[in-house]
């Protein structure tokens, strides 16, 4: 491939494959720096690459952490918050999430620490089972997030799929949640 992907392209490609088409095929810019919680989400992690730098959760058996880890393989890069690397050996991905904990977990951000983990074991080459999400809106709450092989192997595919659709110029299928179509962000030139 002749593209990179960040998490975020794939999350964009699983709420509707036509993302894809029109940000890489089309080249037609979202304007996501309007968002009020992209703006404040940059924001915190800023911030919080800038607080306790030296802290570790060693309730989850944190033994060392390296901050704000711009990663990259043959296919995916981005910033991840913290590498935590744990007691067993093993590592995991920390993300902060400005948003209050409600008992149900995003699959958008389940996703990103999929992506995480497969970056961490290209950069690092130490498996990773775990990640975890800090809800800054609920006093800091730590959620553990489970990563097996079968969730790393769904972005793959993922990645996989986008490939199709960019290197084969390929109009996909819009999604079939038609309520997304309501707030994206390319719907005046999208035909349904």
């Known amino acids: 491939m002749n593209f990179s992907l960040t998490p975020s392209h794939i999350i964009e490609y699983l709420f509707c494959p036509r993302f894809t088409y029109f940000e890489y095929v089309l080249r037609v810019p979202q304007q996501e720096d309007k968002f009020y919680k992209v703006k404040k989400g940059r924001d915190i992690h800023e911030k919080k690459s800038r607080e306790n730098i030296d802290y570790l959760r060693r309730s989850i058996g944190v033994v ?13 890069r981005g910033e991840v918050d ?61 959620v553990e997030i489970e990563i097996g092989q079968k969730e790393k192997d769904k972005v793959k595919s993922d990645i ?30 999208c035909t349904k």
């Open 160 to 189: 996989e799929s986008i490939a199709t659709i960019i290197e084969g110029n390929v109009y996909p299928k819009a999604t079939r949640y038609k309520k997304r179509c309501l707030t994206c962000t390319y719907r005046n030139i």
């Open 82 to 142: 913290e590498v935590l690397t744990l007691e067993d050996g093993s590592m995991a991905p920390l993300d902060y999430k400005f948003a209050e904990y409600k008992d149900r977990i995003f699959d958008t951000y389940k996703t990103q620490l999929y992506c995480y983990a497969l970056l961490i074991e290209s950069n690092y080459q130490k498996e990773v089972n775990k990640g975890y999400l800090v809800y800054v809106r609920s006093k800091n709450k730590l």
């Open 64 to 76: 060392d952490k390296k901050v704000n880890q711009y990663l990259t393989s043959d296919v995916l």
